[in-house]
């Protein structure tokens, strides 16, 4: 099993900027695939950004050169800095690790921009 804590969600301008964290505990191993992904009211759940099992990571093109995925493997850590954000950013935002054999997801914080 892999738990994951997500914290830094809340409420900002359009154009501000938000970080996001996700610690990983549990039966979890550097080399396992983990990023963000998010879901807004009446959409599907979309991915945001991640890194791969390799290292290289993907970003959604309507995030790429405002959003910035990060992680500190001594920290079992990944983050997400959101720049430049838009009101159509706004979403519940789940951390996910997928492992060999299953996919697991973070509680989901909140992210509200307001025009």
């Known amino acids: 099993q892999v738990q994951l804590v997500e914290s830094g969600g809340g409420l900002v301008q359009a154009g501000g900027s938000l970080r996001l964290s996700c610690a990983a505990s549990?039966?979890?191993?550097?080399?396992?695939?983990m990023g963000w992904y998010r879901q807004a009211p009446g959409k599907q759940r979309e991915l945001v950004a991640t890194?791969?099992?390799?290292?290289?990571?993907n970003y959604a093109d309507s995030v790429k050169g405002r959003f910035t995925i990060s992680r500190d493997i001594a920290k079992n850590t990944v983050y997400l800095q959101m720049n430049s954000l838009k009101p159509e950013d706004t979403a519940v935002y789940f951390c996910?690790?997928?492992?060999?054999?299953?996919?697991?997801w973070g509680q989901g914080t909140q992210v509200t921009v307001s025009s």
């Open positions: 996910w690790c997928g492992t060999n054999y299953n996919d697991y």
């Open positions: 549990g039966y979890f191993f550097s080399s396992n695939a």
């Open positions: 890194f791969t099992r390799g290292g290289s990571t």
